[in-house]
Nanobody
Framework: QVQLVESGGGLVQPGGSLRLSCAAS????????MDWYRQAPGKQREFVAG???????KYADSVKGRFTISRDNAKNTVYLQMNSLKPEDTAVYYC???????????????WGQGTQVTVSS
């Protein structure tokens, strides 16, 4: 099995920055895309940013120019640098990864437990 653990969330003032991390562990052969999603209270979970194994990235329009996704394949970790944060960025941020598992040979789509980001003065 594969586990994803997010970290780096917290309370920040508008205009501030945070860096989220998501580390994958367990029976990993290869990780394909690693994505960040978020879910605000009363809203559906939405895509924020994604990066594939080649380093190609994509972003939601709402975060383009403010957020940067990156990954360290040696550490099986994906990052989300969030700058110029706005109150509307407040949400629980979830990591998602497509993983080929070493032991079973199966492909799994795995979610982390989420980390809270609150942007407020």
């Amino acid at each position: 099995q594969v586990q994803l653990v997010e970290s780096g969330g917290g309370l920040v003032q508008p205009g501030g920055s945070l860096r989220l991390s998501c580390a994958a562990s367990g029976s990993i052969f290869r990780i394909n895309a690693m994505d960040w999603y978020r879910q605000a209270p009363g809203k559906q979970r939405e895509f924020v940013a994604g990066i594939n194994s080649s380093g190609n990235t994509k972003y939601a329009d709402s975060v383009k120019g403010r957020f940067t996704i990156s990954r360290d394949n040696a550490k099986n970790t994906v990052y989300l640098q969030m700058n110029s944060l706005k109150p509307e960025d407040t949400a629980v941020y979830y990591c998602n990864a497509g993983v080929w598992e070493r032991d079973s040979g199966l492909y799994s789509n795995t979610w982390g437990q989420g980390t809270q980001v609150t942007v407020s003065s």
